[in-house]
């Protein structure tokens, strides 16, 4: 495993570089991708457009946040072990991936505010308290940005902050809470 995340670290720095000097990202390819995975989904005649939800823990629930704040297609979305606030993860010098960081992001916007482009939505996040990569301090910062905009849109019951006493880990309880709001928000 060491090795393999060594080659991958490298591959990762080759890979963002080459996007970075043509003016593309690495999360914004993702997304894209996600994109278009969603179209074809949607394009499925067994598929019903009106109980569209993602779900993703760590890089995949930002890419959950991601899309569902680009298509509101996407009904209501899960956030797992991916919500800080920017400062706290630069202040405390948290290594991420480069699928975190977006050009010039912090003169704009914060990772809360892509909740924006979401709520009215239902939504939930769940925090790990003890997780090394999304620092305690940043995702109370979160919670409580995202809580007050949902609050403004007049819709504060549409958000779920749930703070477990965990890791950055997306184990069986968290399942269990997260696929039973998720069947909840789409009355399935």
């Not at 979305?77 to 800080?84: E, G």
Request: contains cysteine.
């Amino acid at each position: 495993m060491k090795k393999y995340n060594e080659e991958a670290y490298r591959i990762e720095n080759i890979v963002a570089k080459t996007l970075y000097s043509i003016g593309l990202s690495v999360i914004g390819v993702i997304v894209y991708e996600d994109l278009v995975s969603l179209k074809y989904l949607l394009s499925r005649k067994e598929v019903d457009p009106s109980k569209i939800g993602s779900c993703g823990a760590s890089l995949g629930g930002l890419r959950s946040l991601y899309l569902s704040a680009l298509d509101e297609r996407v009904r209501c979305s899960v956030v797992v072990a991916s919500m800080s606030s920017i400062d706290e993860i630069l202040k405390k010098g948290i290594e991420h991936a480069w699928t975190l960081y977006i050009p010039n992001m912090v003169k704009y916007f914060d990772f809360p505010d892509l909740t924006l482009l979401h709520a009215p939505q239902p939504l939930m996040i769940q925090y790990c308290i003890n997780d090394r990569i999304f620092p305690y301090e940043g995702q109370l910062k979160a919670h409580r940005k995202i809580q007050n905009i949902y609050r403004k849109y007049g819709y504060e019951n549409n958000y779920t902050g749930i703070f477990y006493n965990k890791p950055h880990v997306f184990d069986v309880e968290m399942q269990k809470d997260a696929f039973s709001w998720l069947n909840r928000c789409l009355k399935l």
